[in-house]
């Protein structure tokens, strides 16, 4: 049986005899009565197809809590600051972090107002004093605060390049099922791309070029007058990126597996690829937004202190279980090899002289985007 997302893709090569793989992801995510996210309403936690940070554990609201204190005292401590998560899905996130700052940070508390921002919702508006947005661009311009993000560009779509004598684009076509064509790019931007960085690909190695977060990160920098964008996703500097992944990083997500085929399973799976930094960097610089610091999120997260949530559990003690989950969270969201090496934090800041967070004190990596 096919998925509506199925069905609109089907349909759309049969106008066209083929379509570009980043209109194939945008369909299969997002298509509105089929889509991955725009149709499930279990994609998260444990009973869903991923974890993120927030499904961990709690105490990464907390410990962020701090540094997002540091950024509006940076910020000059203004009166009205608006905090923007964009890609909010459930919004627990917003939850925890509130809840945190609400008791450590009282005087912060009265000067924020929140957004979660996020494709799926199906009706904006205010909820428990939290404003809930289907796009960034609902925002007004001029804001002062935090844009923040969490696994949000890696879900974005993407277009699929592979080298030859030049570059060549690969796009979904259908002939007893789905499969691949190389063609001419689709615009020139994909080729401009790769000048821009300053990366010759080589013969025969494939690539994830996502246009969509280069222009996400522009309109985020449209609207940001005073403040700070903070990216944590899973992705890599672009000298690092295209040189060590000749096939690409294309993966999907199907209830806490992984493949790397993303013609099964339409609109009930979710599609990704690492996140190419030095491009988010490069597009914000051009449109004034500097790079605070970039570095893993186990190093940000240790700089933070999050090693002082530790619970001890005595020799003998009764009932010790609830104190062994909560440590196992925190050695989730910090390990080398896991959460802790994959996930990177980028912050960037217009309008903030010369700013020094805390988060980038044990090891900022922003020297090689």
């Known amino acids: 049986m096919t998925t509506p997302a199925e069905r609109e893709i089907l349909r759309r ?36 197809d991923y974890i993120t940070n927030t499904d961990v554990s709690p105490i990464f609201a907390r ?32 939850e925890e972090l509130r809840r945190a700052i609400y008791r450590d940070f009282p005087r912060f508390m009265q000067a924020l107002k929140f957004v979660c921002i996020d494709r799926a919702v199906r009706e904006e508006g205010l909820r428990k004093d939290v404003l809930w947005l289907r796009d960034i661009k609902g925002l007004e ?42 063609r001419a790019p689709s615009t020139e931007t994909l080729e401009e791309y790769f000048k821009e960085l300053g990366v010759e690909l080589y013969c025969g190695y494939m690539a994830e070029v996502s246009l969509d977060a280069k222009r996400w990160i522009e309109d985020v920098a449209d ?6 964008v903070v990216t944590v996703d899973y992705g890599l500097p672009a000298g690092v990126l295209y040189r060590e992944h000749p096939h690409g990083t294309l993966h999907c997500h199907y209830r806490h597996t992984l493949n790397n085929n993303p013609y099964q399973r339409i609109g009930l799976q979710d ?3 690492l996140v190419d930094f030095t491009s988010i960097a490069m597009a914000g610089r051009k449109k004034g937004l500097l790079t605070t610091g970039f570095t893993t999120q186990g190093y940000f997260l240790m700089a933070l202190d999050i090693l002082d949530e530790l619970k001890s559990v005595l020799p003998g003690e009764r009932e010790p279980y609830q104190k062994v989950l909560h440590n196992q969270g925190i050695k989730e969201l910090i390990m080398p090899g896991g959460m ?6 980028l912050v960037q800041h217009r309008g903030v002289k010369d700013p020094s967070l805390k988060g980038f004190s044990i090891k900022d990596m922003k020297n090689i985007l």
């Open 13 to 48: 090569i049969e106008q066209r005899e083929a379509i570009t793989f980043r209109e194939f992801m945008e369909v299969a995510l997002y298509h509105p009565d089929g889509g991955y996210y725009t149709s499930k309403d279990k994609i998260w936690g444990r009973e869903g």
């Open 63 to 94: 410990v962020l809590a701090g540094e997002f204190h540091r950024m509006w005292q940076l910020c000059g401590s203004p009166g009205e600051f608006v905090f923007v998560d964009a890609g909010a899905g459930r919004g627990l996130f917003v």
């Open 141 to 182: 311009e001029g804001l002062t605060g935090i844009i923040y993000s969490c696994e949000l560009l890696d879900a974005m779509p993407f277009h699929r390049v592979v080298k030859r004598d030049t570059l060549r684009e690969l796009f979904v076509t259908y002939s007893d099922g789905f499969c691949e064509v190389e």
């Open 223 to 228: 609207l940001l007058e005073r403040g700070f």
């Open 271 to 273: 599609i990704t690829a």
């Open 340 to 345: 802790g090496d994959t996930l990177k934090v």
